[in-house]
């Protein structure tokens, strides 16, 4: 089996733009402000991209969520369950860019899947 890589990496933040400029000032990454196709700040921190979502269902304070990547996301959560974790978000498409899925792993750590656009 081949490795597969994150390719994503999520720090929840109450506010992200303020969050976003302490990484910046603190470890140089760099930030982007997007509204379309929804609200998102998004970081670069030399070869790992990310973002900073605001508190939600499935997103609480404290979490850093990473997303693997998935050329097919229902066979990846059938086996994800199948191996004892727990499908907690089905393939939701975000807009433009992919597709993605959340799970928690048999000691409960919320992690997601991410099936870019580019890969059909």
């Known amino acids: 089996m081949t490795a597969r890589p994150i390719v994503h990496v999520e ?3 109450r506010n992200p733009e ?3 400029g302490f990484y910046a ?15 998102y ?3 670069q921190a ?3 991209a990310g973002g900073f979502p605001e508190p939600g269902e499935y997103n609480q304070l404290g979490d850093v969520i990473i997303y693997i990547d998935s050329q097919d996301l229902e066979s990846d959560l059938a ?3 199948a191996l004892g974790g727990t499908v ?11 597709w993605m899925a959340m799970f928690s792993d048999p ?4 992690l997601a899947l991410w099936k870019s656009a580019s890969q059909g």
């Open 11 to 13: 720090i929840t933040a």
């Open 18 to 20: 303020t969050t976003a």
């Open 25 to 39: 000032e603190m470890f140089g990454w760099t930030y982007e402000q997007y509204s379309q196709p929804m609200e």
């Open 41 to 43: 700040t998004m970081f």
């Open 46 to 48: 030399g070869n790992v």
């Open 79 to 81: 086996r994800i369950e």
């Open 88 to 98: 907690l978000l089905r393939p939701t498409e975000v807009p433009g860019s992919g």
């Open 107 to 110: 000691g409960g750590s919320r």
